[in-house]
């Protein structure tokens, strides 16, 4: 990247960009928007930070005691394909999360796009992952 008075060159992947000040700066707010997205779902929401972390809520809460923060997202996703095909608060537990985090995971897994599970019992909170992704077909991404 180089700078001169009236332009901004950015080089990507080996070709060279020329960009106004003011694109610049609005490309610099909407890379900062894509990396620091929050999704909100029913009764979850996952929110991905400057930093790189994944962070996974309740959806109207507001303490840390309704929060788990992962490394990335892709530590989210390791998690998840640990589990079994059929899950619960205590094979989630195995994986060192307590309380009530367990079952905003396993409600977070069956809300967000990215994991082929859904919800399949609400007392005692059990989810299943679908056959699409245990047979291998593609995947969904976030």
Do not use: W
């Amino acid at each position: 990247m180089s700078t001169d008075d009236d332009a901004i060159l950015i080089d990507v992947d080996g070709d060279t960009h020329e960009l106004s000040r003011a694109a610049a700066a609005d490309l610099q707010t909407a890379l900062g928007d894509a990396l620091t997205e929050r999704r909100e779902f029913f009764r979850t929401a996952g929110e991905y930070r400057a930093d790189g972390s994944y962070v996974v809520s309740r959806k109207a809460a507001d303490s840390a005691g309704n929060a788990k923060v992962f490394a990335s997202f892709d530590e989210v996703r390791r998690l998840y394909d640990r589990l079994p095909a059929s899950f619960a608060a205590e094979d989630v537990g195995r994986t060192g999360l307590t309380g009530s985090r367990r079952h905003m995971l396993i409600r977070h897994f069956a809300e967000h796009p990215a994991f082929d599970c859904s919800i399949a019992r609400r007392n005692p909170l059990r989810a299943e992952k679908s056959n699409d992704r245990e047979e291998g077909r593609a995947d969904r991404t976030a």
